[in-house]
């Protein structure tokens, strides 16, 4: 053990505190720049149950035996402790999957800030549902992390909304909240035995900070930390830790059944336990008095159903957060060490039994000092606290201002205004701007809407700095937000809704399409003020048989070619079309309805005849593909028929 012979050494000193539900364990360490060097120890169980699942119960039973951990090390190293990092239990965590949909404005693409608006409005609702769940037990949340499982767009599931246009948009994601009586309880804890407290995260975070390497975060990965009354579940996925749960099963179960099968007390059971995996045979005297000697692997056998329950319920809770089975699992704490567990997990996941690993701290890089008293699975979170509070001393919790409002935001994660603005409830519908009023009229019978102007957004401040909701918050940031405006209300005129301005060339004169336009019955011209329930009736040219019909010249479709090509009945009148008359042409015109489809031919003999018509159509008869069907208008035909407009026709190959 090594003794700390000046001030400066006092300043680089690590405490961590470690408090589960069995056993605490205290670390002391220092820092050299580059490793965590662990300079002592002390691990205590407690003599009642001050702890149920994470949660402390009993504060002063709490007090009495961190005091002793920490009188322990102040003795044995000549120091006086002042400063602690601590952890809040993962078990006390709640998670919840939340779906939110909403409309949207079809007119406009979604951005990013729309998509950002719907995270959080989704978030809040996961913060109702669980307000309202635990509203009974005045247990007050806050939620510390959560992670988009899904986009969607009018109803389907969709990668990603940004760029798109819809009626309705919705998100689903899974929040992981934190109750504020755990914190408080930690925090009188550490005020009642003299310690300041520099640093406090959450177990998970702080046993996959040195579980699971960020450079392995890439790969679905889980992590359970298997305790004494819950097992802990943090879900690694692309870089992030997306999810955190638990199962309200570990160690005990285990315990509980060497009890119950043996009739031992718990304590006897307990060691049982825990001397599976380094005794060939165990010697034990039950409640009654009668002395045991049974072999580990006949006690194993004894409980398998209770270690097989363990695993089914651990695998469960692992599928209901990552909604399939993980890569791997990592499993660290001390029922880890539950002989077969790590085989039925992984027989229950349907993945490699070599991908289910039980962690111990030999796996963890830049720390020295780790004695055997330290070695095991168990030992993996509170180093990892210790290792967390290095890099983020003071900075468990960031003290903001949001227009003007504190508050405190545990420092859990990568905080963004949007962390911020989900604790004090802003409302992200806020941040959207609105489209003012707008005015419906009818057109030549059909509703037409016609939208108001679209507000200014949400202008947001840290520091009075133009910053977004994904900007990062630092202690002491002053964060201003002014609301997105609602636009105008919309005052169209005529031409802002009809195109009067469209026309076609007929024979190089400008013919425009639009010819005549009536409001509420009235023939104008002018271009005035639309206003609501206004009818429009619009006169336009829309085929080039209107054009046929209103010029007396023009008697037939083959008078006419459009873009200098002949066109057919129907054609629809597009702008700057050059329509041509063409009376002076030498050819001669014939319009056939060939197979059900009317064609128009030109031609330059004085009759045209059946077989003509192979020059004119894409038909080759010089590959059969069966007999040829040949008929004029209902009747066998023959090639030198003469054709004349309006005649039907059917060609094509029959098989035998």
């Known amino acids: 053990m090594d003794k700390i012979t000046s001030y400066n050494e006092l300043d680089d000193l690590i405490f961590s505190l470690d408090i589960g539900t069995r056993t605490v364990i205290g670390i002391v360490g220092k ?18 149950r001050n702890m149920y699942d994470g949660q402390i119960h009993d504060i002063n039973g709490v007090v009495e035996i961190v005091n002793g951990i920490k009188s322990t090390l102040e003795k044995r190293l000549d120091i006086k402790l002042e400063k602690v990092g601590i952890a809040a239990a993962g078990r006390a965590l709640k998670t919840h999957k939340v779906r939110l949909e909403r409309n949207s404005d079809i007119s406009r693409e979604i951005d990013k800030r729309i998509m950002e608006s719907l995270e959080m409005e989704a978030i809040q609702k996961a913060q109702k549902m669980i307000d309202t769940n635990e509203e009974k037990n005045k247990t007050s949340y806050y939620c510390v992390g959560y992670s988009v499982m899904n986009y969607l767009l009018d109803g389907n599931y969709i990668d990603n909304l940004e760029g798109h246009k819809g009626h309705q948009i919705g998100v689903e994601a899974i929040a992981t909240f934190l109750p504020h009586v755990v914190v408080d309880s930690l925090y009188t804890v550490m005020d009642r035995v003299g310690l300041e407290v520099i640093n406090m995260t959450l177990e998970p975070i702080a046993a996959i900070n040195v579980a699971i390497k960020k450079s392995l975060r890439l790969l679905n990965l889980a ?120 085989i039925y997990i992984a027989d229950n996941l349907g993945i490699p039994k070599e991908r289910v690993v039980v962690r111990d701290t030999s796996i963890i890089e830049n720390v020295q000092g780790i004695n055997e008293k330290l070695s095991g ?58 489209r003012g009023k707008a005015i419906q009229c009818f057109i030549n019978g059909e509703i037409k809407t016609i939208p108001g102007e679209l507000g200014d957004p949400a202008v947001i401040y840290i520091n009075n700095k133009r910053s977004n909701l994904d900007s990062k918050l630092n202690n002491g940031d002053i964060i201003n937000i002014l609301d997105a405006t609602e636009g105008k209300k919309t005052e169209p005129k005529l031409f802002d809704i009809v195109d009067k301005s469209e026309y076609v060339y007929l024979e190089g004169v400008k013919e ?39 010029y007396k010249n023009i008697v037939d479709i083959h008078d006419l070619k459009v873009n200098n090509k002949f066109v057919t009945k129907g054609y629809k009148l597009k702008h700057k079309d050059v329509i041509e008359i063409n009376k002076k042409s030498s050819k001669n015109n014939i319009s056939l309805i060939i197979n059900d489809e009317e064609k128009n031919f030109s031609y330059d003999k004085k009759d045209f005849i059946f077989v003509d018509i192979f020059n004119y159509i894409d038909f080759d008869l010089s590959k059969p593909k069966g007999h040829l069907h040949l008929t004029l208008n209902g009747e066998r035909a023959d090639y030198h028929q003469r054709l004349t407009s309006g005649d039907v026709i059917e060609i094509y190959w029959k098989n035998n």
Request: without cysteine; hydrophobic residues 40%.
């Open 223 to 342: 992590l359970v930390d298997i305790g004494a009354g819950t097992s802990d579940i943090a879900i690694t996925k692309d870089g992030a830790i997306i999810a955190y749960g638990m199962a309200a099963v570990a160690g005990d179960e285990i315990t509980e059944a060497i009890a119950k099968k043996y009739l031992l007390d718990f304590e006897v059971a307990e060691g049982v336990k825990t001397k599976l995996n380094s005794l060939e045979e165990q010697s034990f005297i039950d409640v009654i008095g009668m002395e045991h000697e049974i072999k580990s692997s006949q006690i194993l056998n004894d409980i398998k159903d209770t270690i097989e329950s363990l695993a089914k319920e651990i695998t469960q809770a692992i599928t209901q957060y990552n909604e399939k089975p993980p890569s791997a699992v990592f499993l660290i704490g001390g029922g880890s060490q539950i002989p077969m567990l790590d």
């Open 377 to 434: 699975p168990n030992a993996i979170t509170p180093i990892g606290i210790a290792m967390t509070a290095i890099d983020t001393k003071y900075k468990d919790f960031l003290e903001l201002k949001i227009n003007g409002q504190s508050i405190n935001l545990l420092n859990s994660k990568t905080l963004k205004v949007s962390d911020a603005l989900i604790l004090i409830g802003y409302n992200p519908r806020k941040l959207i701007p609105k």
């Open 512 to 550: 425009y399409l639009i010819k005549d336009i009536y409001i509420n019955g009235n023939k104008l011209d002018g271009n005035i003020k639309i206003k609501e329930n206004d009818r429009i009736d619009i006169n336009r040219l829309v085929a080039i048989d209107d054009i046929i019909k209103s």
């Open 31 to 48: 820092y050299d720049g580059e490793h965590l060097i662990i300079l002592d120890s002390e691990i205590k169980e407690h003599s009642k």
